[in-house]
């Protein structure tokens, strides 16, 4: 995973501006907790923009969206209020939470469970 991660932070660009940020998002576990599989996940599946929200089953991966069933909602609102800026305050409140790593940082921190931000 952490190659993968290396890979989408090395699209940052000074050149075209593009400013692209990664974190892993690191749920604390005990031993007995460590030995759950999926037990200490953020297994969120959604995205936010400026004026959509998409909410979904599918993993972020290209075989769920070609090889299996699964539900999705895609929400386009204009304003500040409704679905779209909630999930927007969840991904920020993850996002600059204290399980939240960069990825030069992560490396110390990572324990059993790290999962995508």
Not at 47 to 70: C, K, L, P, Q
Not at 92 to 109: K, M, P, V
């Amino acid at each position: 995973m952490r190659s993968f991660l290396l890979s989408l932070a090395a699209l940052r660009d000074n050149h075209t501006h593009s400013d692209i940020q990664v974190k892993l998002f690191v749920v604390p576990a005990d031993e007995a907790q460590a030995r759950i599989p999926y037990a200490r996940v953020n297994h969120n599946k959604y995205m936010v923009t400026e004026r959509a929200v998409y909410i979904g089953t599918s993993n972020w991966s290209g075989s769920y969206f070609t090889e299996t069933a699964g539900t999705s909602l895609l929400v386009t609102q204009n304003g500040h209020d409704g679905l779209r800026s909630q999930l927007e305050d969840v991904f920020l409140r993850d996002w600059n939470s204290l399980y939240s790593h960069n990825l030069d940082t992560a490396a110390d921190s990572v324990g059993n469970a790290c999962r995508l931000l």
